[in-house]
């Protein structure tokens, strides 16, 4: 069993629509909760870190994690063209190493 | 300040040969670390320095993989000899101590034929 699971299908949306993405994960001691975005050709650059269970909002961001069910998911609110890219969902426990997800190529029609 | 960087940024090579792999962090952090994204698969930990000394090489494949990090400063990931299943991109990221964010370079893309 993977250590982190996110269905790396695609996803295209009109601008201004609501993007949801999600991942599961089977390992109980990771802590830290992260969505990387990663546009074409360039490294993955961190979006959202939490670490308890719950919502954070960072501007049309919501990171929200449930810990009980070890389900992570990303919401974009108002989705602009400029969201395009690929979002990477990571984790980690006690130590340094980052466990990710496959990834979801997202577009954003304008 | 500079983001962490990667040379080469592409790099072809025959089934045999020898490749490596160059990556700057950012000045000042303490903490590199190497990943590798094979075609359709999740991106992957290789190992972690801390400065110079290898924290974590628990990712790294066989002992076909080398890498180091003299002086602290930027490391290499050499791969020899490189075989078919090589291929993918590998990225470095480095951060300011182990608990901060980790910041990428954009990779290395390695193609093994």
């Known amino acids: 069993q993977k250590e982190v699971e996110q269905d790396p299908g695609p996803l295209s949306v009109p601008e201004g629509a609501i993007v949801s993405l999600n991942c599961t994960y089977s390992n109980s001691a990771f802590q830290y909760f992260m969505w990387y975005r990663q546009y074409s050709r360039k490294g993955p650059e961190l979006l959202m870190y939490?670490?308890?269970?719950g919502n954070k909002e960072d501007g049309r961001f919501t990171a929200q994690v449930d810990k009980s069910s070890k389900y992570i998911s990303l919401f974009i609110r108002d989705s602009q063209p400029s969201d395009s890219a690929t979002y990477l969902c990571?984790?980690?426990?006690?130590?340094?190493?980052?466990?990710f997800g496959k990834g979801n190529q997202v577009v954003v029609i304008p | 300040e500079a983001g962490v960087t990667q040379f080469p940024s592409h790099s072809v090579i025959e089934k045999g040969q020898t490749v490596t792999l160059r990556c700057d962090p950012i000045?000042?952090?303490?903490?590199l670390y190497w990943y590798r994204r094979v075609m359709g698969k999740e991106i992957k930990f290789l190992l972690h320095?801390?400065?110079?000394?290898?924290?974590?090489e628990s990712g790294m494949p066989n002992n076909r993989f080398l890498a180091e990090r003299t002086g602290g400063t930027y490391s290499t990931l050499k791969v020899q000899p490189a075989e078919l299943e090589d291929s993918g991109v590998y990225f470095c990221a480095s951060s300011r101590s182990a608990q901060e964010t980790q910041y990428f370079g954009p990779g290395t893309r390695l193609l093994v034929l």
């Open positions: 939490t670490y308890s269970s």
């Open positions: 320095f801390v400065k110079e000394s290898k924290q974590d």
């Open positions: 990571a984790m980690k426990n006690g130590n340094n190493r980052l466990a």
């Open positions: 000045s000042g952090h303490d903490n």
